[in-house]
Nanobody
Framework: QVQFVESGGGLVQPGGSLRLSCAASGSISSSNSIAWYRQAPGKERALVAA????????SYADFVKGRFTLSRDDAKNTIWLQMDRLRPEDTAVYYCNNPWGIARNFWGQGTQVTVSS
């Protein structure tokens, strides 16, 4: 099964932007869907955005709509998460995964995003 490596996190000021990368070890077409999640300290992991690989449909959590954009690069087997107008409450570790990994609680290292002045 494909595995994912997240990168692109960092420290950014409120209102700033970051672009996260989710690199798959194989073809992203092998997944029905791929999603970005985040987990803030002391909180449950939350769904941020997801893409249906075959249909291309993209959905966003209400708290990121209009600020985050998910996109794909099939040639690079990569899913991107463009994050604009970042807020302190966006601070979290961000992960990507597919239904197979989620069902088995297999998660990567994630990438830390810190929004602070």
């Amino acid at each position: 099964q494909v595995q994912f490596v997240e990168s692109g996190g960092g420290l950014v000021q409120p209102g700033g932007s970051l672009r996260l990368s989710c690199a798959a070890s194989g073809s992203i077409s092998s997944s029905n869907s791929i999603a970005w999640y985040r987990q803030a300290p002391g909180k449950e992991r939350a769904l941020v955005a997801a893409i249906s690989i075959s249909g291309g449909r993209i959905s966003y959590a209400d708290f990121v709509k209009g600020r985050f954009t998910l996109s794909r690069d099939d040639a690079k087997n990569t899913i991107w998460l463009q994050m604009d107008r970042l807020r302190p409450e966006d601070t979290a570790v961000y992960y990507c995964n597919n239904p197979w990994g989620i069902a088995r609680n297999f998660w990567g290292q994630g990438t830390q995003v810190t929004v602070s002045s």
